[in-house]
């Protein structure tokens, strides 16, 4: 009985790790952003002009994946900020990368300009 109990448990851990990680969180960062590319290619997110990934479609399959990104890059945008100092902002940090994104994005992925106006790039 102790040896089913056991690895029922250990199930149960397991699916609990499968589902974090096809909800996106807990996942390696080189699997998320794999995931983003894809996202980005079909048009679903864009980068908008505060250095975050934001839905340009009604398909939110991959919210989570989005959120924890988002969540990384303003967790990330934050840390320059204060280690920076100078007055400069996390919105200031994020702008700033948002730039640098839409200049080395690949044809066909939608950017935001500094103005809220969306194109593809």
Not at 40 to 68: C, M, P, Q, W, Y
Request: aromatic share 6%; proline share 0%.
């Amino acid at each position: 009985m102790n040896s089913f109990i056991g690895k029922m448990m250990a199930l149960a851990m397991f699916a609990g790790l499968v589902f974090m990680a096809a909800d996106g969180y807990g996942m390696d960062s080189k699997d998320r952003l794999a995931i983003i590319k894809g996202l980005k290619i079909k048009g679903i997110v864009g980068e908008n002009n505060k250095g975050l990934l934001e839905f340009r479609t009604g398909d939110k399959s991959a919210a989570a994946v989005v959120t924890e990104e988002n969540a990384e890059r303003s967790k990330a945008y934050a840390d320059v900020a204060k280690k920076t100092g100078a007055g400069a902002s996390a919105a200031d940090v994020g702008a700033q990368r948002a730039a640098q994104i839409a200049q080395g994005e690949a044809k066909g992925v939608w950017v935001q300009d500094a103005k809220g106006e969306w194109a593809k790039k």
